[in-house]
């Protein structure tokens, strides 16, 4: 609330936002992507998707930006007792809601895949990958459905096996390091620099 009264305050004109949890959190945005114009960062360690939408009047709306990058999920994967079905709506009805009401105030959205991970159980990690897997293949449906932007982080940061995170990009398995986050910003660049060229918001794109 207090950096958003400053930003309001102040009539600052944001032009690029990233939404999400820690591993947007952690991500020195400015650094990679500051010559594109104003940025915000509004990644929350811990988030899950539904209190996204919670907070995106205040993070986001209010905010006016002209692109808002969105990321998140991870987190109500890993959440003890969590249920492929419930978890998926959840994720699913989320974005939704957001993509939605952004369009409403033309704020451009760009949706994120979801990245795969790795970790010491293999079993657990390769349910998790799995709903991961066809969480994306929702989200990018959903994207192509609603005319905006999806983002796939996924297909290039996956291993052999086409469904595990590739060891080089993180220390932990779920979070990025800067060799991760550079192959994002390889990705994500070129989409936001077209975005804010051209402003379109009538097509749908997937990368």
């Known amino acids: 609330d207090y950096g958003n009264e400053q930003l309001v305050s102040r009539n600052f004109p944001v032009d690029i936002e990233f939404i999400g949890d820690s591993i947007t959190h952690m991500w020195e945005v400015q650094s990679y992507f500051g010559h594109l114009g104003h940025i915000v960062n509004r990644g929350v360690s811990g988030d899950v998707a539904e209190i996204m939408v919670k907070r995106l009047e205040a993070d986001v709306v209010q905010l006016k930006p002209r692109i808002c990058v969105i990321l998140i999920g991870i987190n109500n994967i890993h959440a003890e007792g969590a249920q492929f079905n419930t978890v998926e709506e959840l994720i699913m009805t989320s974005y939704q809601q957001v993509l939605e009401r952004l369009c409403q105030i033309d704020i451009i959205p760009v949706v994120c895949s979801i990245m795969p991970i790795f970790g010491e159980n293999a079993a657990v990690t390769q349910m998790r990958n799995s709903w991961i897997l066809q969480i994306n293949q929702r989200l990018s449906e959903l994207c192509h459905s609603k005319a905006s ?59």
Not at 180 to 194: D, F, K, N, Q, R
Request: hydrophobic share 35%; charged share 25%.
């Open 149 to 207: 932007v999806y983002v796939n982080y996924h297909e290039n940061m996956v291993d052999e096996d086409g469904c595990t995170l590739r060891r080089e990009f993180s220390w932990d398995g779920v979070h990025p390091h800067s060799v991760g986050y550079a192959c994002m910003a390889s990705i994500l660049e070129p989409v936001i620099a077209g975005l804010l060229k051209s402003d379109r918001k009538d097509e749908s794109h997937v990368v």
